[in-house]
């Protein structure tokens, strides 16, 4: 299958799109957005430092016909799902999104429903465009870096006046290896402070369901699970949060995932490895305790 990469240089994200690229057929072709060195070797490689979907497509839509790709694989951010939605209208183009494995013969999965099912597609004919979901696909290390080749697009339609970082403490969610996540079983925004705490004593960070970023306790940064980040660490502590499937979508790869919930019957406990039936509020600062004496 001859494929092409779009993605901003973040060699994680193109690292897994190369995994994906791979299961196709060989290495594939990279279009890399942004300005900086372009990560790893590709059979060809085109840098383009325009990061705007609206002011790419018509651009990368006349590359993919030109040069006869088969398969687009973008990664389901906010602007791959830009991209892959505007170059399927623009070539008529079947656009599968949040795409979670994919085989050789171009049969590909995705959830449905908030993740509770599985739907299996059988792609025909070509280009097809796929988002692939962060973190279900081991990212390929990426050696060396390559020269590749300018790509440039004319007459933008949109222009960026400025981009301003939003400022997290510690950790960054995405890179965590443990992370602490409050529900809407916290109470209070002023209640997190204790997982705050928690997460530094371990080098985590500290994310939040859905549930905690609607009543204003924790920011939309912090939000886990299908229509927020998508984590896959090493231990996630799910406190005060039910276990809607919409949160579980963004912990499917988490590797150990401990709950504390007072309710015995909440769904967290069927993802769980460990469970605490217990009010938060007498474990948090026994585990906190606990730690500080470790240290
Ligand atoms: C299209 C769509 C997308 C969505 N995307 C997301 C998403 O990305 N992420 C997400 O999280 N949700 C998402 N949701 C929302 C999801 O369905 C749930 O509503 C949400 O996850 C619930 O948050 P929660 O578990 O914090 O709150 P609740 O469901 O209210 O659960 C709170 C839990 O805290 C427990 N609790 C209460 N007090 C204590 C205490 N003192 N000690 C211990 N436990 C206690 C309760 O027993 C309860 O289980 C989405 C929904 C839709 C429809």
């Known amino acids: 299958m001859k494929t092409l990469i779009i993605e901003k240089i973040e060699p994680k994200r193109i690292g897994e799109l190369v995994t994906v690229g791979r299961i196709l057929g060989e290495t594939p072709d990279l279009l890399a957005l942004g300005e900086g060195e372009v990560p790893g070797t590709y059979p060809r490689a085109y840098q ?75 792609i025909q004919g070509n280009p097809v465009i796929l988002t692939i979901r962060r973190k279900y696909f081991e990212p390929a290390p990426l050696e060396g870096t390559t020269a590749a080749a300018v790509f440039n697009v004319e007459s933008p339609s949109v222009v960026l006046l400025s981009e301003e970082q939003v400022q997290t403490q510690g950790v960054r969610l995405e890179d965590a290896e443990i992370i602490v996540s409050g529900g809407r079983g916290m109470g209070s925004a002023d209640n997190f402070e204790v997982l705050r705490e928690m997460a530094g004593l371990l080098r985590g960070a500290v994310g939040a369901s859905r549930g905690a970023v609607d009543e204003g306790w924790a920011s939309q940064t912090m939000q886990v699970g299908q229509t927020g980040n998508i984590v896959a660490p090493a231990v996630y502590f799910a406190v005060g949060i039910s276990g809607a499937s919409q ?49």
């Open 48 to 122: 383009c430092p325009e990061t705007i979907a609206a002011n790419l497509v018509d651009g990368v839509a006349d590359l993919i016909q030109r040069d006869g790709y088969q398969v687009v694989l973008l990664s389901a951010t906010t602007l791959g799902s830009e991209i892959a939605g505007r170059l399927g209208a623009r070539l008529k183009a079947p656009v599968l999104s949040e795409v979670i494995e994919v085989k050789p013969d171009m049969t590909v999965k995705r959830p449905l429903y908030g993740g509770k099912a599985v739907a299996e597609y059988k």
């Open 247 to 295: 949160h579980l979508a963004g912990i499917a790869n988490a590797k150990c995932v401990v709950a504390v919930n007072k309710d015995e019957e909440a769904n967290i406990f069927k993802r769980a490895r460990f469970g605490v039936v217990c009010d938060y509020h007498k474990f948090i600062p026994a585990l906190i305790q606990a730690l500080r004496e470790e240290q």
